[in-house]
């Protein structure tokens, strides 16, 4: 196979496509965790902390403009495909998960609760957006 070949470079990006994904569910799994024991005991935010959280909304994003391209590529499936429905969500994901920063001047308790609360819609809404392009596929 060339690289060239549109079908190879279809299914290359579609298997990077994939890896971030699972990425983005390890580290934001991780995230909500640190999150959570974080705002139940009331413990400072950390370099880890923002540290997990830059890595995993940097990820959402390579991941958002990836299937950006794959979806302009895809564009003959039709806008009412599952693929359309999965940008969709994934996209409302990707901008809940930059809503955390709004806090970041705010009381490292704030700063826990609303990020679990952000980076956790986030990620449930990433989980979705998987689900169904991997439902009705």
Known sequence: LEIVDGDFSMQFLLGIHAFIALLILLVGFVLIVKFAIGTARQSPIGRLDRML???????????ALLGIVLFLLRLDDGLASPVALHAAVALAGVVVAHLNAR??????????????LT???????????????????
Do not use: E, K, M
């Open 53 to 63: 959280a830059a890595i995993y909304t940097g990820l959402l994003d390579l991941q």
């Open 103 to 116: 806090w970041r001047n705010q009381p490292d308790a704030v700063r826990f609760r609303n990020g679990l």
């Open 119 to 137: 980076l956790g819609g986030s990620y449930i809404l990433i989980l979705a957006g998987v689900y169904f392009v991997n439902s009705f596929a």
